[in-house]
């Protein structure tokens, strides 16, 4: 299981410039990173007309001004908008994978939304026909149930934080729940992403001693790097050039 995916450094977003000239999750950001043979680390959700983008934000308002939300646009009306005022578009999720080609492992997020399961679907049904290295990961456990079910056979991570930075978002007793993984009975995950800032707590210790693969993001610096590269089987990156692998 460890192999493809550890001791690797993922590009977060896709290997993209800290000044947005070549955007986030965008196509050119995932070209380089292949370049550069970093893993990557991508975010996976659905227009209003259900085709499969890659995008981060719940909104438009951070990456191309608008203020709505996503799934409140068919594909079609967001191709007339830009990211970070460039050229580039927001692809599909197909896309992606043509552009990445197999070459590097890739991370695949599925962000939490109400009806999950057609989602979990859509991407399940993408990915069975896609010849390249990748697992999956979400905050909501739910989803990586829902693999741990539908399709076991894909290496799943859950992705968690802490408390205080969940409870925006959630109620205080499914933060609580998440953020010290009393959710991992239930999804049964392969791999624990934990936040660069979060403390290593009793969860982490349990998680890696059942043999959970570790995996940190996200690094911003190479001092950071070589701290937490010694903790964790992998690492999630932005805005510096590491080795892409590491041993």
């Known amino acids: 299981m460890r192999s493809p995916f550890a001791n690797r450094n993922y590009a977060h977003r896709g290997f993209y410039l800290p000044d947005q000239s070549i955007p986030e999750n965008s196509l050119d950001a995932f070209k380089r990173a292949v370049e550069f043979d970093y893993g990557v680390e991508l975010d996976v959700q659905f227009t ?15 990456a191309c001004g608008v203020d709505a939300r ?54 399940l049904s993408m990915l069975s026909e896609y010849e390249g290295a990748f697992c999956v990961e979400s905050f909501d456990p ?13 290496i799943r991570g859950q992705l968690t934080q802490p408390y205080s930075s969940r409870s925006r978002s959630k109620s205080p007793a499914a933060a609580f729940a998440m953020s010290r993984l009393l959710t ?33 993001w ?13 903790r964790y089987d992998a690492v999630i990156f932005e805005h510096f050039t590491p080795d892409s692998r590491y041993y």
């Not at 991992?184 to 043999?211: D, E």
């Open 184 to 216: 991992s009975f239930y999804t049964r995950p392969h791999f624990i992403a934990f936040g660069v800032r979060g403390r290593r707590n009793l969860s982490w210790f349990l998680s890696k001693a059942m043999g959970a693969l570790m995996v940190c």
């Open 70 to 123: 996503v799934d409140e646009y068919t594909f079609e009306e967001l191709q007339a908008l830009r990211l970070f005022d460039t050229e580039h578009r927001i692809p599909l999720f197909s896309e992606v994978l043509k552009a990445l080609d197999g070459r590097v492992p890739a991370i695949v997020e599925l962000k939490s939304r109400p009806d999950y399961k057609p989602l979990c679907e859509a991407v």
């Open 48 to 62: 209003r007309d259900r085709q499969l983008i890659v995008f981060h934000d719940d909104t438009l308002k951070r």
């Open 218 to 230: 996200t690094v911003k610096s190479e001092a950071e790097m070589d701290k937490l590269k010694l």
């Open 142 to 154: 739910r989803i990586v149930r829902y693999f741990r079910l539908s399709a076991p056979h894909i």
